[in-house]
């Protein structure tokens, strides 16, 4: 997950979208897709952080690259009650890191989508 809430300040290349991948590192389709499956054949991302850092020309950029299990986590909810006609949602930014005290709710955003309201 990209988001804002990232209490590192790194990026993830183990789970970051192909769509920030592709925005941050300027790369091209046939780029993208070799660094994909490459992320996904391997049993270790060192490759792709070094394969990424080599891309950028800036080396205090390299250093903000990380290859981790993700600490924040994004939830999706959606329910309907068997009486209900509408379906609720519900999403959340979560930290799921380290912590003693459990799980760190982030954001919180409970909502009705508007097209299904009757």
Do not use: C
């Amino acid at each position: 997950m990209f988001t804002v809430f990232n209490p590192h300040g790194k990026l993830n290349v183990r789970n970051a979208s192909p769509d920030v991948l592709q925005a941050v590192f300027a790369l091209d389709n046939d780029e993208l897709n070799q660094l994909l499956d490459a992320r996904t054949n391997s049993t270790s991302n060192t490759g792709t952080v070094s394969l990424l850092q080599s891309k950028l020309t800036d080396p205090q950029l390299a250093d903000l690259l990380q290859d981790e299990s993700p600490s924040v986590v994004g939830v999706q909810v959606q329910a309907k009650l068997p009486s209900s006609r509408v379906a609720a949602q519900m999403e959340a930014v979560v930290d799921v890191g380290e912590s003693n005290e459990g799980v760190y709710v982030l954001r919180w955003i409970d909502s009705e989508p508007p097209e299904q309201v009757q």
